[in-house]
């Protein structure tokens, strides 16, 4: 089972960067999915998450900004992050949760990750 993260990159603020999440060796259609962020310094928090009957959560710095989306044929998450501000700078991971119906916002909640991908945002 791989998740592999990708999209991340330099962008100056204002601008905007689409990141993938695609997924191998199993389906995940049957699990809510979502993205996390660690910044330097910080712990890892959560970004967004899709359940499996496309319930959405975001929190609430990335609110109308971020769209998290998901192709369950291409078995493939995506985080479309529109507005980028330099406090969106860091390490963007995404997972596979261990529940289906409903997003949880924490990530022992999550049992498979991607590898992560950088987005930074200058000022």
């Known amino acids: 089972v791989q998740l592999q993260a990708s999209g991340g990159g330099l962008v100056q603020a204002g601008g905007s960067l689409r990141l993938s999440c695609a997924g191998s060796?199993?389906?995940?259609?049957?699990?809510?999915m979502g993205w996390f962020r660690q910044a330097p310094g910080k712990e890892r928090e959560f970004v967004a998450g899709?359940?499996?009957?496309?319930?959405?959560t975001y929190t609430g710095s990335v609110k109308g900004r971020f769209t998290i989306s998901r192709d369950n044929a291409k078995n493939t998450m995506y985080l479309q992050m529109n507005s980028l501000k330099p406090e969106d700078t860091a390490v963007y991971y995404c997972?596979?949760?261990?529940?289906?119906?409903?997003?949880?916002?924490?990530?022992?909640?999550?049992?498979?990750w991607g590898q992560g991908t950088l987005v930074t945002v200058s000022s």
């Open positions: 899709i359940s499996r009957s496309m319930g959405i």
């Open positions: 060796g199993r389906a995940f259609s049957n699990y809510a």
């Open positions: 997972g596979v949760s261990k529940y289906s119906s409903v997003v949880r916002t924490t990530d022992r909640d999550y049992n498979y």
